[in-house]
C-alpha cells in the first residue's frame, strides 16, 4: 500500500502530496488519526485528505485508514526474495511461491474495492446488451488477455482477445458505445496498448485498464482497476505481476458471474460440460 502511495504521488496535486508524505512519514499514526487532526498536521483542508484518499484509488478516509491499518499491521508486507544461482531447488520453490503469497495478501489489503465495483458493473452491462469485451494485452500480459477471453467466452460473453499492436488498434477503431475494452499492461508504458485504449474511448467504448498506479495507462482509462507489485517490469522473467494480473480477472470472472445468476449460467456450462466428455478417455 506505502509502495502504491509512493508511486502515486509525484501525479498528485500539491495538497494531496502533503496529504501522502504524512501517511509515508508514520502510517500507524495516520490510521489512528481523526480527519480534523490529520488535515492540521498536513495543513490541508477536510476534504483534500478525502480527495487524496480516492485519488489513490480507495473509496474515502475510512476504507483507507482500514486498508493501512491492515497493512501495518498483518505483517504482510511483500518481501521480495530474489532466487540466486547457487539457489538449490528448494530454496527456489521456497522463494517463488513466498513472493507470490505476498503479493497475493498484499493486493488484498490494498485493492479498490470500488474499482472492481465499476469493472465488473460495466462488464455485466456489455453482457446484458450483447456487445463485445475486447481484451488488450502484450508480451506476458497478452497471455493473461488470451486467459480472460477464454473465462469470460465461457460465460456466455461475447469476448475476444488480441496481442498484436496493429490487431489491437484496428479493431478499437471499430468499437462503438456498449463496447467494454479490458486493457491490460504491467508497466502501464506500452505504446500500442495505449493508442488502443485512447482509440477506443474516442469511439465511446468503456475503458478498464488493469495495471501500475502512477503509470500512463492509468490515468487513459476510464476504469482504473490497480495492479501494484514491487517486481521491476523490466525483468526479463516477471512472475509476480503475471499471476497477479490473472487473479485480478479471475475476481472480475467470478464478479460477472454473480451478476448474470445461475439460473441462466448454470444450464450453459453443463451443456458445454456433457459436450466435452467425448473428448476425454473414461
Known sequence: ????????????????????????????RFASLPVVELAELAHVSKPTVVRFCRSVGYDGLA?????????????VPFIHRAVDMDDKTSDVMVKVIDNTVAAFLKYRNDASVSAIEKAATALAATYETGRHIEFYGAG??????????HKFFRLGVNAISYSDGHMQVMSASMLRPGDCVVVISNSGRTRD????????????????????????LATAGEIHVAA???????????????????????????CVALRIGGARLQPLLQDMKDNLRSKRYT
Open 193 to 216: 496498448l495505449m493508442d488502443a485504449c485512447d482509440i477506443a474511448r474516442r469511439n465511446g467504448a468503456t475503458t478498464i485498464v488493469i495495471t501500475a498506479s502512477g503509470s500512463p
Open 63 to 75: 476504507d483507507f485508514k482500514l486498508k493501512l491499518a491492515g497493512s501495518v499491521s498483518e505483517g
Open 1 to 28: 500500500m506505502l509502495d502504491r502511495i509512493r508511486a502515486c504521488l509525484p501525479s498528485l496535486a500539491p495538497a494531496e502530496q502533503r496529504v501522502g508524505k504524512l501517511v509515508l512519514a508514520d502510517p500507524r
Open 140 to 149: 506476458n500480459s497478452g497471455i493473461v488477455a488470451q486467459d480472460a477471453q
Open 228 to 254: 501494484d507489485h514491487p517486481e521491476g517490469y523490466d525483468r526479463y522473467s516477471p512472475m509476480v505481476s503475471r499471476l497477479l494480473h490473472l487473479m485480478v480477472i479471475d475476481i472480475l470472472a467470478t
